[in-house]
């Protein structure tokens, strides 16, 4: 098939192309290094069938040309930081909610007839039923960052029904794992690498969260994209386990081998916005056959290696 | 309270804008005149405290001066044909989701903290359960109207937790009654008017829709604006009954004393993205003291009432 993957750069976009590339596709990335960085397509560019193109997903005129004759759009590009959505809230509108509009444009415009979309757990808010079914009662926004995702679906289900396109939406829990740059494993690595002795928590380490190993997501995803033919498709993608942020802080300094002392902000979110509590209910993935491999703290203890063997991820701009 | 009214010469909107002049509120009413007519508000224009700006809601830098010191947002303006979405799908996108992205950003730098919002029913696609309930199963959305309107409800329900404003939001079903100028009571009696012998339908004609009289839209939404003071408050609006198009048409046609022949497209939707069925819950706004005072038959012989004593509308640019 011939695949174009937006965000072609990023933390699950790149490890994305690689497992397209290694299973024969032809792949097309779109990046325009934003948040994705140059070294997470060096193995792709080893490939004759990868082809990269630097451009702006905003610029709607520009892109058009890149999805003629393109079989299935993986659009995985976006603005995915729940935490900083207040600090500028155009940001998500544009990069999450505009940037998937044009996606969609240049798909009906060159008659592309599949797309699969990276959305988010956030967009349950705060979650009246633990753990979320993707038909939980229908929730109530809390973050900028979950509003964009869900302007993104809606426009995605819209055009299904609208022009015929065939999509499978991915709701996330966080993903770790090799390539992540940022989120509390990231902060908390970056803190005790500068200090070892002393860390910041944001709220009371009590929150509740569920992370997925970014392979396992790869394979989810990779699954749908040959199941789902028909229609919308839409699937939770985490562990059947949460954690406090406090195991995970545990798990980080047992891993670097650091025994700091721990300053909490108080409070039970880090930021506002934040859900004290996600934990999503998988099933409907799980029966077609997909079971992630690693646990929440194998997932953790990986991007801490990751992270230490590529200090040159904290030598960049990653907050943006 | 000094009220900023978007869409002050729409439909719903400028029925509002009289209800709100006297109750002897100051009213700054906004709008392009792209759906809006000058007529609808000549009566409010008798009114010193009403003060009419003619400006572009998209256009987010000249608008921000109009919201200093105004204590309420009303957000009525919208491309509020859910019909032909797939036509033009940038028309939803700019003017039901940026325009309302630019609204919470001026009220965000002004400080406004209270928002008043017509949603739609459409949020809820195909509902699973009918009548539906503000709560229902997290709905998928299938016309490109229902999608924008869910990505405004999302953006301001993330403006609210994110910055300490407090909204209230309405999922109408179709208004009806005086300045209504869209929708299947308009294009019958249009159609009629024309030919009285013969009226095309749209589909089978037993799609089975809701609609609330237009006065009784705004009772609710004013005894809302009084007594919703915090977060994000979701009311459906509607009659505890349901119609037939077929029964409409029966009493459009009694009304206008006609007999047509009836041609009927087919098919159980009227359009892509058509709703077969649309029949909301209304029991949390009921219990706030609210209940409809016109059925759906007197609403729609009121509209037919309307069209036929104002037949200038039909001579005028109507479907945008």
């Not at 993104?152 to 993903?175: H, K, M, P, Q, T």
């Not at 079971?291 to 997932?299: N, Y």
Request: overall charge negative; aromatic content about 12%.
């Amino acid at each position: 098939m011939k695949i174009l993957v937006t965000g072609c750069a990023g933390f699950i976009g790149s490890n994305l192309v690689d497992r397209l590339l290694i299973s024969g596709h032809e792949v097309i990335g779109l990046d325009n290094f934003s948040t994705g960085r140059q070294k997470f397509i060096d193995n792709a560019l080893k490939f004759t069938k990868f082809q990269f193109i630097n451009c702006d997903l905003l610029s709607a005129e520009s892109i058009g040309k890149y999805f003629d004759s393109v079989d299935v759009v993986f659009h995985f590009s976006a603005n995915a930081d729940v935490r900083f959505g207040t600090l500028n809230p155009k940001k998500d509108l544009e990069q999450n909610t505009i940037v998937t509009f044009n996606v969609l444009e240049a798909m009906r415009k060159s008659g592309v007839k599949k797309i699969l979309f990276s959305s988010t757990g956030s967009v349950y808010g705060e979650a009246a039923v633990i753990p979320t079914p993707e038909n939980c009662p229908f929730p109530i926004q809390t973050s900028l960052y979950g509003a964009s995702k869900i302007a993104c679906e809606g426009l995605i289900s819209s055009y299904c029904e609208g022009y015929g396109i065939n999509a499978s939406i991915f709701r996330f829990v966080s993903i770790l794992g090799e390539r992540y740059t940022h989120g509390h494993v990231f902060d908390f690595v970056r803190q005790l690498r500068e200090n070892p002795n002393s860390l910041n928590i944001l709220g009371n380490g009590k929150q509740r969260k569920s992370y997925l190993y970014v392979q396992d997501c790869v394979d989810a995803v990779l699954l749908a994209l040959l199941s789902q033919n028909e229609g919308v498709n839409i699937f939770n993608l985490g562990v059947d386990d949460f954690c406090e942020v406090n195991h995970s802080v545990a798990w980080i300094c047992e891993e670097m081998n650091v025994s700091p002392s721990l300053h909490y902000s108080g409070g039970d979110r880090g930021w506002i916005g934040d859900n004290p509590f996600i934990f999503l209910d998988t099933k409907r993935i799980q029966q077609l056959g997909w079971t992630p491999k690693l646990s929440i703290k194998e997932g953790v203890i990986r991007t801490v290696q990751f992270l230490q063997n590529n200090d040159w991820v904290f030598s960049e701009e990653t907050l943006n």
